[in-house]
C-alpha cells in the first residue's frame, strides 16, 4: 500500500516558474501614507496618500501614488501655505539625491495666503531646485484675475508664476483709466 502511495504522489510534475522583474514589484507598501517633514519643531510639509508603491532599480528609487496624493505646505511661522491635490503621483530619488515629483490627473495648488488657484492635468516638482513647472494646459484664479494658457513654471511656494502660451484671459480693473488688451494680458491698447 505504502509504494502506491509513492507512485500517485511523485506523478505531478511541477512546472518552470517564470522569470520574476524585481525592478516591477514594489519593495515596500503602505496603505493610508501619512507623512510629516519638520524642521526645528515646526512642520514644514506634510503629505499624504491612500496607498504607497516603493519600488528600487540600479541607479534610482521611486514611489508611486495609485491612489490619490495630498501635499500641504506650510511657511515659516507654520501656517499652511500651499496645498497640492491629485489622483496620482509618483516620487523619484537618484543616487546623486536629486528629488522630482510627478503629480497627474486632476492636479489642483491652491496658494491660501494669496488665494491663487491653479489647475492642470500633470505638473512637475523638482525639489531640489524648488520650482514645478508643466507643459500642458493650466488654468490659474487669483483674486486679480484668470489666466490659462499652455506650460507654465513657478517656485514651489507658488511665487512668480509665468504661463508661457497664454490666451483668452481676464484680470480685474478697479480703475479702468485706458483699454486693457484682456485677452492677452499685455497692458493698455494703444490710442487711435
Excluded at 41 to 70: C, I, L, Q
Amino acid at each position: 500500500m505504502a509504494g502506491l502511495f509513492g507512485l500517485f504522489s511523485c506523478q505531478g510534475k511541477l512546472g518552470k516558474a517564470d522569470r520574476i522583474d524585481l525592478s516591477k514589484v514594489p519593495v515596500q507598501q503602505v496603505k493610508d501614507m501619512f507623512v510629516v517633514d519638520s524642521e526645528n519643531g515646526r512642520m514644514k510639509m506634510r503629505m499624504e496618500g491612500g496607498m504607497m508603491e516603493r519600488y528600487e532599480t540600479d541607479t534610482s528609487s521611486y514611489e508611486v501614488f495609485p491612489d490619490g496624493f495630498y501635499v500641504y505646505i506650510y511657511d515659516e511661522q507654520g501656517d499652511l501655505q500651499t496645498t497640492i491635490s491629485a489622483a496620482r503621483a509618483r516620487h523619484t530619488k537618484d543616487k546623486k539625491g536629486n528629488e522630482v515629483w510627478m503629480v497627474t490627473g486632476n492636479v489642483v495648488t491652491n496658494n491660501i495666503k494669496s488665494r491663487e488657484v491653479m489647475e492642470s492635468d500633470t505638473i512637475y516638482w523638482d525639489r531640489t531646485n524648488e520650482v514645478y513647472w508643466t507643459d500642458s494646459y493650466v488654468k490659474m484664479y487669483s483674486p486679480d484675475g484668470f489666466v490659462q494658457g499652455y506650460g507654465m513654471r513657478s517656485n514651489q511656494k507658488e511665487q512668480n508664476s509665468i504661463i508661457y502660451r497664454p490666451f483668452n484671459s481676464y484680470a480685474f480693473v478697479e480703475e479702468e483709466l485706458e483699454p486693457v488688451d484682456s485677452v492677452n494680458l499685455i497692458g493698455p491698447t494703444l490710442k487711435k
